[in-house]
């Protein structure tokens, strides 16, 4: 219950209030009101323009000494003029929303992320009232000093039990370190180890390290006060970063290992500091950027280790913020208009740069497991729109090869659905009958000359849906024949023997390259390579093509280096290495000029690298321009008549815009599979089983009239005793057998680009003991036997099937 005493200050606070009334009425004169009702006091007139001063400051306004028009009776002396009230737009540097704001504040604050953006920030000014903060005092040695103080004080206070003692040294060293991380200047002058960084990012990471590994392990409440103040400096950045190099704190931040390893302490707002990194990050501008990949490149980023957990990083947060997704669904949640995934992707993307100069790390470490699970055909149709909206496939390297695998199948069977309705409705306007797949007649004895015929037809239409059909051999397409007959003609073609092609037996590489000394080969055959590749990569079938990666780097129109030709040629490439090293007079040394010899069908035949190169001296001084023409002589000028031919063939087939998103690594995988262990363990824990029905199974006159099959379970697949037979016969072979095996069963003995887990076999039981061979369904990778007697039997039988049949009879 109230007492008297305050019941007596309420009403000598509402008397107060009364006086103030009548008094501002008086003030005021004829404007007071004349209707019965409660004017306006002075208090409420106060809280008013507070209110609009705190609008105003919202807005980005400087809120010390500003005066809403009209806010006083003295507001016709302070109107603000038609220039101070125009509105310009900005955009935020953190989510990169565009704003309206007032032309003559000094900053604004973003209504979407809250970060305060100075629109003239301090030219190495800061605030001296308080000697502390002069970056003159803070350095790496100070900030050890406080920390050692501070640690011997809580020692000696913890041996005491003196908690007061205790409190006030931790509260000492969070005003020191909240000084130290809500200033960029003095954070980077007290990390700074050169002041020539635009080269090196000139930090001092051994100290950063050290003091945050001495922070962990001091009281935790100091790193929350360490994080408190590193948000409020990242909610304000640009207040002291007037260069692009004093952006390098943000590298200093993300040493935190609050931040950079998994904590689950919520009190530690670790997304919340990594959105706003990533958001400053990737609104800095190309120069800036060129600036950060250069940083990037130095330093503890040349360790694989330490670069790999950055990826993993950024990864990591791209993939928390789609995990929000399914729970905002009901919001209409899209990641194509998250800031957050953006400006991590494009924080990504300077990585990714990074290591493309180092080789670092394996691309693939750039994948992101959880883009996988989004919508990844209508992220593909949003981006062929170029429309303004964010979408994976603008960052192609975030994608996993599944991921660009389902893509490109969804673009193939666009474009199939589309020629199979443009020839229905052909065949409906010219009334003729018009076929919607691509059908091959070929013989076996002429693959090559009768594939070249039917693919360079005028008028062909390669991007139909491919069905083979070999003269003389029983046999539908579902898949494997077309198969076979890829792999078939991949085998005879790329034969050193044949002509297209020659390899290089000297330098012990299994790789082929482009012919240019044999003139009696028909160079249409290049455009049935070409043909051939693309159809193998439309049609998702593995080929065992020998072409080095540079080969898929010139489809992909990539800038070609001496390090690509390493691949196919490594002995000439270690010699150019070498001529560039050399440290003696290279004229004198090598006397060469610009020409090389090449080999013809008849000799050798001088070629100049560059025009009058007979007459000129290769020096010291050219001696890297040698080296660029001889590398371009061979990747490109020798090659361009072929591989002309050879693109055409392939981007007539292949061209579209899921082709771009691939790595030339990647399109090396989809043409060739991927060339590792074949994991028969993963085989078997995936294949499936069904077996015919022994009882309805009716002998009359030694014939089977009724065969009825059913699908087995784990259980029943132990108690057939032929199936285990099949796999110790299987796990009993060699490797070579086994990839035999593969190619029997599913027309390949390559692995899919998406790995082994994409194969899946079928294994089935047709009927009882019998002397007839297992047969193969290479359309659906099915092994078909028979319920064998004994383990010999089937081993007998299954080698005799791999080795003397071909296609669909024996050899």
């Not at 003095?186 to 000139?202: N, P, R, W, Y």
């Not at 040349?302 to 929000?324: H, S, Y």
């Not at 020798?638 to 063939?649: D, I």
Request: net charge positive; hydrophobic share 35%.
């Amino acid at each position: 219950m109230p007492s008297a005493h305050s019941f007596t200050q309420l009403a000598n606070h509402t008397s107060r209030a009364e006086q103030c009334e009548s008094n501002s009425h008086e003030q005021l004169g004829s404007d007071k009101p004349s209707y019965n009702s409660r004017p306006y006091s002075d208090a409420h007139i106060k809280v008013s323009e507070k209110l609009k001063e705190l609008v105003f400051q919202q807005m980005g306004g400087n809120p010390v000494g500003f005066r809403w028009p009209g806010s006083s009776k003295d507001s016709h002396n302070n109107r603000l003029n038609e220039e101070e009230l125009e509105m310009v737009v900005g955009t935020c540097i953190c989510c990169r929303s565009s704003l309206r704001y007032p032309k003559t504040v000094p900053c604004f604050r973003c209504v979407v992320c809250l970060t305060i953006n100075d629109l003239h920030p301090i030219h190495g000014r800061l605030d001296h009232s308080q000697k502390k903060d002069n970056p003159s005092t803070i350095s790496a040695a100070l900030v050890f000093q406080k920390i050692k103080e501070t640690r011997f004080c809580l020692k000696n206070a913890r041996r005491k039990k003196d908690k007061q003692t205790y409190t006030l040294a931790i509260l000492s060293l969070q005003q020191f370190l909240s000084r130290l991380f809500r200033n960029s200047y003095i954070l980077l002058q007290a990390f700074s180890t050169t002041d020539h960084v635009h080269k090196t990012c000139g930090l001092n990471f051994h100290d950063i390290w050290l003091m945050y590994e001495q922070l962990m392990s001091m009281d935790p409440s100091i790193m929350e006060e360490v994080l408190r103040a590193t948000d409020s400096l990242l909610r304000r950045p640009k207040q002291h970063c007037y260069d692009i190099t004093h952006y390098r704190f943000l590298l200093i931040i993300l040493e935190n290992p609050v931040i950079t390893y998994n904590q689950r302490n919520k009190k530690h707002n670790k997304l919340g500091i990594l959105k706003r990194i990533f958001g400053i990050l990737s609104n800095l501008g190309n120069e800036a950027h060129r600036y950060f990949i250069c940083w990037f490149t130095q330093g503890p980023y040349r360790n694989a280790t330490f670069f790999r957990d950055k990826v993993d990083l950024v990864n990591g947060f791209i993939g928390q913020r789609l995990c929000k997704q399914s729970e905002r669904i009901q919001y209409n949640y899209s990641y194509n208009a998250d800031w957050q995934i953006r400006a991590a992707a494009i924080s990504m993307a300077l990585l990714y740069g990074a290591n493309c100069q180092m080789n670092l790390v394996d691309k693939s470490s750039f994948y992101c497991t959880m883009v996988d699970y989004v919508n990844l055909n209508k992220d593909f149709e949003l981006w062929e729109q170029k429309r303004h909206y964010f979408t994976f496939c603008q960052y192609p390297f975030l994608l996993s090869m599944g991921a660009k695998v389902k893509i490109m199948q969804f673009d193939t069977r666009r474009q199939m659905e589309y020629r199979a309705r443009e020839a229905f409705f052909s065949s409906i306007l010219s009334k003729k009958a018009v076929e919607p797949y691509l059908i091959l007649r070929v013989r076996r004895n002429h693959l090559l000359a009768d594939s070249l015929r039917q693919v360079s037809k005028p008028g062909i239409d390669l991007k139909k849906s491919l069905k083979v059909e070999f003269v003389n051999e029983e046999g539908v397409d579902a898949g494997g024949l077309k198969k076979e007959w890829l792999l078939l003609l991949s085998r005879e073609i790329f034969d050193p023997s044949f002509g297209l092609f020659e390899s290089y037996p000297d330098e012990q590489m299994d790789y082929v390259w482009f012919n240019t000394n044999n003139n009696s080969v028909n160079k249409e055959y290049y455009h049935l390579v070409g043909v051939l590749m693309g159809m193998a990569v439309y049609n998702s079938v593995n080929l065992d093509v020998r072409l080095p990666p540079v080969c898929y780097k010139k489809l992909l129109g990539l800038p070609l280096t001496l390090n690509d030709m390493a691949d196919f040629r490594p002995s000439l490439t270690n010699g150019l290495r070498e001529l560039l090293e050399f440290e003696g007079d290279v004229e004198e040394t090598y006397g060469l000029n610009f020409t090389i010899n090449v080999p013809t069908g008849t000799g050798y035949e001088t070629v100049e690298l560059i025009k009058d190169g007979s007459h000129i001296s290769l020096n010291n001084k050219n001696r890297k321009e040698y080296v660029v023409a001889y590398s371009d002589y061979l990747l490109n000028t020798s090659v361009k008549s072929p591989f002309s031919t050879f693109q055409e063939g392939f981007l007539k087939v292949c061209g579209g815009n899921a082709l771009s998103l691939f790595q030339e690594q990647e399109i090396e995988k989809l043409v060739r599979g991927n060339e590792e262990h074949i994991n028969w363990d993963l085989l078997r824990a995936t294949c499936t089983y069904d077996m015919y029905n022994r009882e309805s199974i009716c002998r009359q006159s030694g014939r089977v009239h009724e065969r009825r099959s059913h699908m087995l379970n784990n259980h029943s697949v132990q108690k057939i005793s032929a199936i285990a037979w099949l796999w110790d016969v299987i796990f009993s072979l060699t490797e070579d057998k086994q990839r035999k095996l593969l190619v029997f069963m599913t027309g390949s003995d390559r692995i899919p680009a998406t790995g082994i887990q994409s194969i899946q076999l079928r294994v089935s039981i047709l009927g009882p003991d019998t002397e007839k061979l297992p047969i193969a369904h290479t359309c659906f990778n099915q092994l078909c036997i028979w319920e064998y007697s004994t383990r010999e039997k089937l081993e007998r039988k299954l080698n005799r099937a791999i080795y003397e049949t071909k296609g669909f009879g024996l050899r």
